[in-house]
T-cell receptor, first 114, second 108 residues
Framework: ETGVTQTPRHLVMGMTNKKSLKCEQH?????MYWYKQSAKKPLELMFV???????ENNSVPSRFSPECPNSSHLFLHLHTLQPEDSALYLC?????????????FGPGTRLTVT | KNEVEQSPQNLTAQEGEFITINCSYS?????LHWLQQHPGGGIVSLFM???GKKKHGRLIATINIQEKHSSLHITASHPRDSAVYIC??????????FGTGTSLTVIP
């Protein structure tokens, strides 16, 4: 596979469930990102990892927990979510920090919290 | 107030028309990005600009750093250009601010 892949593509979970989103990039990039896209709102940057180290956490609630075991894989662990967390969650990667580099996006995971 | 404002929010054009989408921002930036999002969610990076002008096929992007303004132009528009176009700015390498997007529909 090439590019940035995300699994699952769709996820429905209850507020008491625990689930994880997975992102994998096959581009040899060093930086990876999680974004949230809610209806009628701008994309929101959630987390940034550079060389496996978290460099940004944009005041994201602790019910979202990222994990970056290596430069190719990024996870978003979810627990006790709220209905307002329903959104499209996008992963992206770039060669370096994306101010100076083009970002490549995955297809997203459509999350519904019931 | 959003750091990035786009206009128009929605745009409908006839096939072949010249299209302009505008982006204004309020912060100092190291780069500005134009992104395209098709129905279904996939996002593609179109341009990354820090000055001047870039062209790729029928797409042209310009930026005026002093005026904090960028435009995306599409020449000879086609129905396959129908998508949401998003402007994003990066003040530092770790941060991104996004516009709400311009939804473009090109009618055959």
């Amino acid at each position: 596979e090439t590019g940035v892949t995300q699994t699952p593509r769709h996820l429905v979970m209850g507020m008491t469930n625990k689930k994880s989103l997975k992102c994998e990039q096959h581009l040899g990039h060093n930086a990876m990102y999680w974004y949230k896209q809610s209806a009628k709102k701008p994309l929101e940057l959630m987390f940034v990892y550079n060389f496996k180290e978290q460099t940004e956490n944009n005041s994201v609630p602790s019910r979202f927990s990222p994990e970056c075991p290596n430069s190719s894989h990024l996870f978003l662990h979810l627990h006790t979510l709220q209905p307002e967390d329903s959104a499209l969650y996008l992963c992206a990667s770039s060669q370096g920090l994306a101010g100076a580099y083009e970002q490549y996006f995955g297809p997203g995971t459509r999350l519904t919290v019931t | 107030k959003n750091e990035v404002e786009q206009s128009p929010q929605n745009l409908t054009a006839q096939e072949g028309e010249f299209i302009t989408i505008n982006c204004s921002y309020s912060v100092g930036i190291s780069a500005l990005h134009w992104l395209q999002q098709h129905p279904g969610g996939g996002i593609v990076s179109l341009f990354m600009l820090s000055s001047g002008k870039k062209k790729h096929g029928r797409l042209i992007a310009t930026i005026n750093i002093q005026e904090k303004h960028s435009s995306l132009h599409i020449t000879a528009s086609h129905p396959r250009d129908s998508a949401v176009y998003i402007c994003a700015v990066s003040p530092t390498g770790n941060q991104f601010y996004f516009g709400t997007g311009t939804s473009l529909t090109v009618i055959p």
